[in-house]
Structures are given as C-alpha cells and as structure tokens.
C-alpha cells in the first residue's frame, strides 16, 4: 500500500535536523513566555505563512493537517473566554460569563496552542526521520541503539497499518459478521499485537547480531553536516520573532499589552 504524499522539497528541508529542533525548541520556550497577545498574534500568522508556502505540501493536505490545530485554537480560547475569571463584564447568561479579562486571556491561549501546533507541524512536514537520527547520532552523540530502535519502531507503523487492512479484507473474504464494542476490538487487536510482539523480537535479533548495542565507534553510510540553508533557517526564525515583537509592541492590534 502507498502511504506516502506526494510533495516538493523546498529549502527547509535542506536545513541541518538537529540545529532545526534546537532553533523550535527555543521557539517552543519563547512562546511560552510571552503574554503579549499582538506580539503572539504575528509569531502566529508568520508561522502560518511559512507552514502553507515553505514545507511545499498540497493545499488540500495542509487543510486537513492543519484543521486539528484550528479546532484546538478555537476550544481553547472560546472555554477561557466563556469561563474565565475577571471584573468588566461584556456578557452573562447561566453558566456562560464573558469578561473583558477573560476575552483577552482566551484569545492569547488560543493564539499560544496555535503558534505550538504550527512549529510542530513545521517541524514533522520538513524533517525526514532518517537524516534526524543519523544527526542526532552525529551532532549530539545519541547512541545508535536508541537511534535505530526509534527508526524500527516509526518504520513499523506503516506495516501495522497495513496488517491492519489486510486482517479487514480476510475477514470480509470469509463473511465473518461485523461486531461492535469489545469482539470488534479483540477481532483487531489480537492478531496485530502477536504479530507486532513477532516483528520486534526479529528486530531485536537483528540489531544484536549486528552490534547495534555496543558503544564502540561507528561509520555512518550518510554524513549529515552543516550549510547555507542552516544559516538561513536561524535568520528566517529571527526575522520573525524580531519583527512579531517590533510590529506588536509599535502597531498594536488591541490595547492589551499583557494577559498575565
């Protein structure tokens, strides 16, 4: 089966793996500490321009991929909004209590869950797993035994999947009547955890025959290193939070400076 999408590969995609999840993992900190929603309201939108025109997928993909995260914006913002704390009251009905505090609050955190799901997403589109691993084993020394069992490991959901279908038509082929609730699940799951526990084991072989669980030195069959486009990609990330910063403290969308 063909689990793969179809894309192009843009410049990101180039960027080293190891300095791109340093450079989100700084990101992922900074917002979380800023309480400035103009300032988090252009990180936001910067991060969606880059998510729809830079990781080089379908528009019809990124909507989906993306839709998640819109729903988690909105459910968060609308529950702080609706039942948050504060003293200027713009609407009361019931349960329902929306202040001015509380508007504002639940528009950061909303604005927040979406900047975090964007660097993610950013993240996932643009990083192929391998060349993750054999940096992370170059750059920061992981052991090879951790590195390879997480690529056996992400390499064995595409083949669950396809047990998956492959146990749904065998059962289709012989009539077995559809069930739901518990006999549904024990039909599924069984065969794919035996099956599962079988490939592990044979993994696991694999990899101690071929001394994946020592710790002396290693050749690599890809060397990944250092570019331009890494430069770029930490100059890109700067450009954006500097001028998500200077846009929302001069040019202020609202008047709130801080929702703390």
């Known amino acids: 089966m063909k689990w793969e999408i179809s894309h192009r590969e843009t410049w990101l995609y180039e960027a080293n ?66 039942f948050g704390e504060g003293t200027t009251t713009w609407f009361r009905w019931g349960l329902i209590h929306i202040t001015a505090e509380s508007f504002w609050r639940g528009l950061h955190l909303g604005f927040r869950a ?23 084993m170059q750059q920061l020394k992981l052991k090879p035994k951790y590195a390879y ?20 038509y065998a059962l289709k082929v012989r009539g077995v009547p559809r069930q739901g609730g518990l006999g549904k699940v024990k039909r599924y799951a069984i065969p794919l955890l035996s099956q599962s526990i ?3 084991q044979r993994i696991a072989v694999a990899m101690e025959a071929k001394q994946f669980s020592g710790s002396g030195p290693r050749t690599f069959y890809y060397e990944i290193g250092f570019s331009k486009y890494d430069g770029w990609f930490v100059a890109l990330f700067a450009v954006f939070l500097f001028a998500a910063y200077y846009v929302g403290i001069h040019y202020p969308y609202i008047p709130i400076r801080d929702v703390r």
């Not at 400035?36 to 019809?60: D, E, H, M, R």
């Not at 490991?153 to 146990?167: H, K, N, Y």
């Open 198 to 200: 079988r490939r592990a």
């Open 149 to 168: 069992s997480f690529l056996a490991a992400v390499r064995l959901l595409p083949i669950m999947l396809e047990e998956l279908q492959t146990i749904r």
């Open 17 to 82: 793996p190891t300095l791109k999840l340093a450079v989100l993992v700084v990101l992922f900190l900074a917002v979380l500490l800023i309480h400035n929603p103009n300032v988090l309201i252009n990180l936001s939108l910067a991060l969606f321009l880059l998510f729809c025109f830079g990781t080089g997928y379908p528009a019809n993909v990124l909507f989906w991929m993306f839709l998640p995260f819109f729903l988690i914006f909105f459910s968060s913002a609308s529950s702080m909004m609706m």
């Open 114 to 136: 979406l900047a975090l799901g964007l660097l993610g997403l950013i993240f996932s589109l643009t990083t192929r797993p391998v060349p993750l691993f054999y940096s992370l």
